[in-house]
């Protein structure tokens, strides 16, 4: 094999590369936005539903923290249900609740 027929084999690979790659992050953008509609997204453009983080505890647990409207909520995860774990307002800054007679 020549040079030139590797060359052009390696150039049509990368070609068919980024497009599949193309199509991917196309068809990707649409389910988004298919599956926003479903959804029922508010009327404003928020979703009402946005999740933010989640950490794993162990094989089946994890607590995940979302916003919903205007408040931040701290929830478990378990194979058994789903509990409310602490939930603060969306507008307010979080911080920690701090115990001025604990800092001591």
């Keep these: ?19 599949v790659l193309g199509l991917a992050f196309v068809l990707l953008r649409f389910l ?17 539903i946005r999740f933010l983080r989640a950490m794993p505890l162990g094989q089946g647990e994890r607590v995940v923290l979302i916003e919903v409207r205007d408040e931040i909520m701290l929830v478990g995860v378990t194979s058994g249900g789903i509990s409310l774990l602490k939930s603060w307002d969306a507008d307010r800054p979080t911080s920690v ?8």
């Design 1 to 19: 094999m020549s040079f030139w027929t590797v060359l052009s084999s390696l150039f049509a690979v990368v070609i068919a590369l980024a497009i």
């Design 32 to 48: 988004r936005r298919w599956q926003d509609r479903f959804q029922g997204a508010a009327e404003n453009g928020e979703k009402p």
């Design 97 to 104: 609740d701090a115990d001025p007679e604990a800092a001591r």
